[in-house]
């Protein structure tokens, strides 16, 4: 074991956050933790923290957090900053949405200016993503096409009251830290421009609710990764 990865709750039973903890060798560390509004179940603030062992600063993301009347997100206004240095910037993503469709308009800006970019994502009956392009600058030059496959069982997340709170995240990412409402077993990330592609493929073990418990992940670049999940009731 590298990481363990904690979650916890508040006495309303949501979801306040996760924190990563290292055991052997691990590459890197991350947080997530997620305030609210009185009694409301959506969040309106995250705090993110990304630590890379091998340096000596911490990345921090103050995440806003903004819902229409369906819970769909419709903005994440992002401050960035390197703790042990200068260097801060942030950007907004807005998203809408169309039958079968989600679109994100980005623009990020720092001290070097502002990069504007683009997704168009299509989507399940469960709102997973399925396929999605993403378009780069201020000409929005079409760069990366994402295809995925998922099961129908339960992501972790879609038993909690954040799934919907998670930032989108075009790649997937590691299994239990993603925005989806069934779990990815295949992923394709092709980078056409560069000719470069990667593959990941999770085979998952579940137990009697449909949530995984074991999931190996396998790219095609070479690198292994195996997750262990347990959960806890409520009653």
Request: proline share 3%; glycine share 6%; hydrophobic share 30%.
């Amino acid at each position: 074991t590298v990481v363990k990865t904690h979650f916890t709750y508040d006495e309303q039973r949501r979801l306040k956050g996760w924190r990563d903890f290292p055991v052997t060798n691990a590459d890197y560390l991350e947080s997530m933790e997620f305030t609210y509004n009185g009694t409301d179940t959506l969040p309106y603030l995250a705090r993110y923290t990304h630590k890379d062992v091998a340096a000596s600063d911490s990345v921090i993301e103050t995440h806003h957090f903004f819902f229409d009347a369906a819970a769909r997100k419709t903005k994440d206004s992002v401050i960035k900053i390197n703790s042990s240095s200068p260097d801060i910037g942030g950007w907004v993503d807005r998203y809408y949405y169309l039958p079968g469709k989600s679109v994100t308009i980005g623009r990020w800006e720092d001290r070097n200016g502002v990069y504007n970019y683009s997704d168009t994502a299509t989507l399940d009956a469960n709102n997973n993503i399925v396929s999605a392009k993403f378009f780069s600058g201020d000409n929005y030059e079409y760069i990366l096409q994402c295809t995925y496959q998922l099961d129908d069982k339960f992501h972790p997340f879609s038993r909690t009251n954040i799934y919907k709170a998670i930032p989108k995240n075009i790649g997937g990412g590691f299994p239990h830290k993603y925005n989806a409402f069934n779990n990815i077993t295949y992923q394709k990330l092709d980078y056409f421009n560069i000719n470069y592609v990667d593959e990941i493929t999770n085979t998952i073990t579940y137990n009697r609710f449909n949530l995984p418990i074991l999931i190996d992940r396998v790219s095609n670049q070479g690198s292994t990764f195996r997750l262990f999940l347990t959960y806890r009731s409520f009653n």
